[in-house]
C-alpha cells in the first residue's frame, strides 16, 4: 500500500489506461465524428433554409437558432434524456451534441456562403441556371471551402464538449476514469491520463485543422 | 399546468437561491478568466523564451484539456493524500471555469493586441513612449474594442460552462431544475430553465455590446455608450450638410 502515498504511481496508471483508451475509442471518439457529420449537414441546412425561405420562417428559425446557442448543452441533454427515454442515451447524446453544434456551424456557413463575389451570383443569372443549380454546382462549392478550417475547429470544441455526455449516464472518457478513482480511490492518475488524451488528440488535430488551412489559402491564391 | 405553477410557486426561492449561485459562478469564473487572459495574452507576446514558452504552455494546457478534466483534478484529486488540499466546492467551480476560458480569452487578447494597426506602435516609438505607456495608453485601448465581441462568445460559452458544477455538488439552476423536475413535469422544468438562462444570456450580451460601445466611444468611433444603450438614435451632425453639393 505504499505506493498510495506517493504522487504518482505507475501502477494505477497502466491499470486504468487499457479502458481509457477502450473507451475514447468506442465512445468519445465515434460520438465526436457522428455528432460532427449531423452538426456539419443540419448547419447547412439551417443556414439555407435561412437564406431560402420566406420572411417569418427564416426569422422563426434565427430564434430557435439563438435559443440553442445561448442555451447550456448540459440542460439540453438531460432535457432530453427526460423526455426521450426509450431512447439508448448514447444516441440521444450524439443527436443533441450534433443540434447543438449545427447552430454553430450554421453561423460558419452563413459568412461563407454571404463571402460568395456578388459576380458569381450574377454569372449564374446570365447562365439562367436554375436555383438549385446555382446553390449546388456554383454557390456551396466556394462556400464550403472557405469554411472548412472554422468547422474543423468546432469539430474540436465538440471533442472537447463529449464529457458532458456524462450527465446522461453515457460512461465516455472522463466518466471512466471518474468511475476509476471512485472504485480505487486514486483519482490522480485516471484524470491526469484522461486529461493527457485530450490534450494529445486536440493538439494533434489543431495541427491538421491548420494544415488544412494553409493548404485552401494556397489553392485558392 | 396549475399543479406545475404551484409547485414552482412552492420551489421558486430555491430556484432563485440557484439562479443566485449560476450567476455568483459565472461573474467569479468570467473576473477570474479575464485576469488570466490578460496576464497569458501579454506574456504570450514576450520575446523571452521562457515567460512565452511558461504561458504557451498554460494555455495549451487548459485548453487542450476539456473543461470536466479541469474541474475533477481539482474536486477529486486535490483533497486525496499527495496533495490534501481541500478547497470549497464553489470557489473549485470558478476556479475550473476562469482558468479553462482564460486560456481561451488569453488567445483572443493576444490577437487583437497583434491587430493593432503597426501605425499606432510606430507613433508610440516616435513619441519615445516606454513599454508600458505604449501598452496602457495607446495599445491595450485600441485592443480592448477589438477583442470585446469575441470575449462575449466566450463569457456565454462560461455561463452555460457552469451548468456542469452540479456535478461537483454545487447547488446551482441546473441541480434545481433536476429537484424541480420531480415536482413538476420534466417538460415544464427544462423549458423554464432553458429560457431563465437565455434571458441571462441576453442580458450578458447587451451588457458587452454597452461595453463595447463605449470602448470605441473613448477610442472616438461610435455612439455615446449611454445612447447605445438607451437606444436612441445618434443625432447627425448638421455641421456642414448641404455645402457640398
Do not use: C
Not at chain 1, 123 to 141: D, G, H, K, Q
Not at chain 1, 185 to 209: K, P, Q, W
Not at chain 2, 25 to 41: D, E, H, M, N, P
Not at chain 2, 57 to 79: A, D
Amino acid at each position: 500500500m505504499n505506493d498510495d502515498k506517493s504522487i504518482w504511481s505507475w501502477d494505477h496508471a497502466l491499470a486504468v489506461l487499457p479502458d481509457l483508451l477502450w473507451t475514447f475509442l468506442t465512445v468519445t471518439l465515434i460520438v465526436t465524428i457522428i455528432g460532427s457529420a449531423i452538426a456539419a449537414v443540419l448547419g447547412l441546412i439551417i443556414a439555407l433554409g435561412r437564406r431560402t425561405s420566406p420572411r417569418p420562417v427564416a426569422g422563426a428559425l434565427t430564434l430557435v437558432m439563438n435559443f440553442i446557442r445561448m442555451t447550456p448543452l448540459v440542460v439540453q441533454l438531460l432535457f432530453a434524456y427526460y423526455v426521450f427515454t426509450t431512447v439508448p442515451p448514447i444516441v440521444l447524446g450524439t443527436v443533441i451534441i450534433g443540434i447543438h453544434y449545427a447552430t454553430y456551424m450554421a453561423e460558419v456557413y452563413r459568412a461563407g456562403i454571404d463571402a460568395v463575389p456578388p459576380g458569381q451570383w450574377e454569372a449564374t443569372t446570365a447562365l439562367s441556371m436554375s436555383p438549385a443549380r446555382t446553390w449546388t454546382a456554383v454557390i456551396i462549392p466556394q462556400a464550403l471551402r472557405a469554411t472548412l478550417p472554422a468547422l474543423a475547429n468546432y469539430v474540436i470544441s465538440m471533442f472537447k464538449d463529449t464529457p458532458f455526455l456524462m450527465v446522461i449516464t453515457v460512461t465516455e472518457l472522463v466518466r471512466e476514469a471518474q468511475l476509476y478513482g471512485g472504485t480505487n480511490f486514486r483519482y490522480v492518475e485516471a484524470i491526469t491520463l484522461a486529461g493527457l488524451i485530450f490534450l494529445a488528440a486536440s493538439l494533434l488535430s489543431s495541427v491538421l485543422a491548420r494544415r488544412l488551412e494553409k493548404k485552401l489559402e494556397y489553392t485558392t491564391a | 399546468m396549475t399543479e406545475n405553477l404551484d409547485a414552482l410557486w412552492r420551489a421558486l426561492p430555491q430556484i432563485w437561491d440557484g439562479v443566485f449561485i449560476t450567476l455568483v459562478l459565472t461573474a467569479g469564473g468570467a473576473l477570474l478568466a479575464i485576469v488570466v487572459a490578460i496576464a497569458l495574452g501579454l506574456l504570450a507576446r514576450f520575446e523571452n523564451i521562457l515567460l512565452r514558452g511558461f504561458a504557451r504552455t498554460i494555455i495549451e494546457l487548459f485548453r487542450g484539456t476539456s473543461l470536466l478534466v479541469q474541474l475533477f483534478f481539482f474536486f477529486f484529486v486535490l483533497p486525496l493524500p499527495p496533495f490534501n488540499l481541500e478547497l470549497p466546492a464553489l470557489f473549485t467551480g470558478i476556479l475550473a471555469l476562469g482558468l479553462n476560458y482564460g486560456a481561451y480569452g488569453a488567445e483572443v487578447v493576444r490577437g487583437s493586441i497583434n491587430a493593432v494597426p503597426a501605425g499606432q506602435w510606430e507613433a508610440t516609438t516616435a513619441l519615445s513612449m516606454s513599454r508600458s505607456q505604449r501598452m496602457r495608453r495607446v495599445i491595450f485601448p485600441q485592443a480592448w474594442a477589438l477583442m470585446i465581441p469575441s470575449l462575449n462568445n466566450l463569457l456565454i460559452q462560461l455561463l452555460k460552462g457552469t451548468a456542469v458544477v452540479y456535478l461537483i455538488t454545487i447547488v446551482d439552476l441546473t441541480a434545481e431544475l433536476n429537484r424541480l423536475r420531480v415536482q413538476t413535469d420534466v417538460f415544464f422544468a427544462y423549458t423554464l430553465g432553458l429560457l431563465v438562462y437565455f434571458a441571462i444570456a441576453y442580458l450578458l450580451t447587451l451588457g458587452m455590446n454597452a461595453l463595447e460601445s463605449r470602448a470605441k466611444h473613448r477610442l472616438g468611433q461610435g455612439v455615446k455608450w449611454r445612447d447605445a444603450i438607451a437606444g436612441t438614435p445618434p443625432v447627425p451632425d448638421m455641421k456642414g450638410a448641404g455645402q457640398a453639393a
